[in-house]
């Protein structure tokens, strides 16, 4: 079972870019997916999920109105569109699954984890 996240890079403040999570068939269509992310010197934090069944989603405050997650399961991926971005949503950024929504959102013992993908935003 693999999450390959990708997508990441260096935009200007204001700018937009898409993650993208590929995840194993095996697992996909009945996990619910998430992203985290992680900037230095900051906790690991959970920025949006999602279900399987009802595409369901969550995002932390900070991300709002900016942020939008979205699967799909013909695909096997899930995305993480990030328009409006600004300095703070500087991060190295996770893809995450697990059966569980609420064990994913407390982002403990979480069953799998893609790699990280960094975003840095300029001012």
């Known amino acids: 079972v693999q999450l390959q996240a990708s997508g990441g890079g260096l935009v200007q403040a204001g700018g937009s870019l898409t993650l993208s999570c590929a995840a194993s068939?095996?697992?996909?269509?009945?996990?619910?997916m998430g992203w985290f992310r992680q900037a230095p010197g900051r906790e690991r934090e959970l920025v949006a999920s999602?279900?399987?069944?009802?595409?369901?989603?969550y995002y932390t405050d900070s991300v709002k109105g900016r942020f939008t997650i979205s699967r799909d399961n013909a695909k096997n991926t899930v995305y993480l569109q990030m328009n409006s971005m600004k300095p703070e949503d500087t991060a190295l950024y996770f893809c995450?699954?697990?059966?569980?929504?609420?064990?994913?959102?407390?982002?403990?013992?979480?069953?799998?984890w893609g790699q990280g993908t960094l975003v840095t935003v300029s001012s």
């Open positions: 995450a699954a697990d059966p569980s929504l609420v064990t994913l959102r407390r982002g403990v013992r979480i069953n799998y």
């Open positions: 068939g095996r697992i996909f269509n009945s996990y619910v």
């Open positions: 999602i279900t399987w069944r009802d595409t369901s989603t």
